[in-house]
């Protein structure tokens, strides 16, 4: 049984900063992407960014120089850093790994989500 397990969201004033932290947990082989989701009120999951097992990133255009991804391959963590928060920012966001390989499968997994509120 593959778990993630994500800390790290509140309630933080405009201009204000938080991390996220994902660890994995369970019988979990071949990790690669790892992944930050969100999901505004009201409003579709979108992804906020991404990271490869070779450490290559990408972000929504709209935390690009905000946010920064990184991760511990060794540990199976990701985290979030979320600096110039605003108040667009508020959501529950999610974690995402991608695991696997063609020969076993690939396999998608989520975390239960943490909220992130941004409001003075």
């Known amino acids: 049984q593959v778990q993630l397990s994500e800390s790290g969201g509140g309630l933080v004033q405009p201009g204000g900063s938080l991390r996220l932290f994902c660890a994995a947990s369970g019988r979990i082989f071949n990790v690669d992407t790892m992944a930050w989701y969100r999901q505004p009120p009201g409003k579709q999951r979108e992804l906020v960014a991404s990271i490869t097992s070779g450490e290559n990133t990408n972000y929504v255009d709209s935390v690009k120089g905000r946010f920064t991804i990184s991760r511990d391959s060794a540990k199976n963590t990701v985290t979030l850093q979320m600096n110039t928060l605003k108040p667009e920012d508020t959501a529950v966001y999610y974690c995402?790994?991608?695991?696997?390989?063609?020969?076993?499968?690939?396999?998608?997994?989520w975390g239960q989500g943490t909220q992130v509120t941004v409001s003075s």
């Open positions: 995402n790994v991608r695991a696997g390989n063609a020969r076993a499968g690939i396999t998608y997994y």
